[in-house]
Each structure stands twice: as C-alpha cells, then as structure tokens.
Nanobody, 121 residues
Framework: QVQLVESGGGLVQPGGSLRLSCAAS????????MRWYRQAPGKERELVAG???????VYVNSVKGRFTISRDNAKKTVYLQMNSLKPEDTAVYYC???????????????WGKGTLVTVST
C-alpha cells in the first residue's frame, strides 16, 4: 500500500517552532515533487511550500523567511521547518507528492491524512 504519513504536529506558543515530517512508503519507483498544504477552519486549502526532486523550492508569501522545506531522497521524506510561528499558522497540514508506482506508466498525486498544528497561548 502506497501512503504518505505526516508527523510532528502539535501545540506551540506564538514565536515557537515545529518540524513536520512526511514519509512516503510502498512500492514506489520514483518520488517527484513534494509539497505541504494547509487548511485552516473555514478556509480553503492552500499550498504552503513545494520542492522538486532536484531541490528547487517555492513558498507562499505569508511563510517566506519563516518556513523551510527540505527533503531526504534516500528516506523518501519531506520536511517543513516552521519557525516564528503565528496564530494564523494554525491549520491541518497535509503532505502531497507526485509518485511513480512500480509497474505504472505515469506518476500520480497522493495525499497524506494531515497533522494538526495549533499556535496559541
């Protein structure tokens, strides 16, 4: 079974830090782009950060300078280091990745189940 599993969410105070992890597992031939999305209550899901297989990164403006996305290709894992957290960062954070499954001809997009990040006093 191919899956993406997030970890690292929790409750932090404003100004604090968290590091999220997402590991891909299963019969995967190749991992292409990996991304972090988030969805706050009553809001649409938004792209937070993305990273290509070659290491190029993109960020939504609201997290630039505070968040860093990285990956470990050997571990098929993507990370999101979140610093200087603000209450408005509170959301469920979802891992997303383009994966080529063993035996398949084309890559497909997969989602994790999400991990909750709460920034509050």
């Amino acid at each position: 079974q191919v899956q993406l599993v997030e970890s690292g969410g929790g409750l932090v105070q404003p100004g604090g830090s968290l590091r999220l992890s997402c590991a891909a597992s299963g019969s995967i031939s190749s991992v292409y782009a990996m991304r972090w999305y988030r969805q706050a209550p009553g809001k649409e899901r938004e792209l937070v950060a993305g990273i290509t297989s070659g290491g190029s990164t993109v960020y939504v403006n609201s997290v630039k300078g505070r968040f860093t996305i990285s990956r470990d290709n050997a571990k098929k894992t993507v990370y999101l280091q979140m610093n200087s957290l603000k209450p408005e960062d509170t959301a469920v954070y979802y891992c997303n990745a383009d994966l080529l499954i063993a035996g398949a001809d084309v890559a497909m997009n997969y989602w994790g189940k999400g991990t909750l990040v709460t920034v509050s006093t």
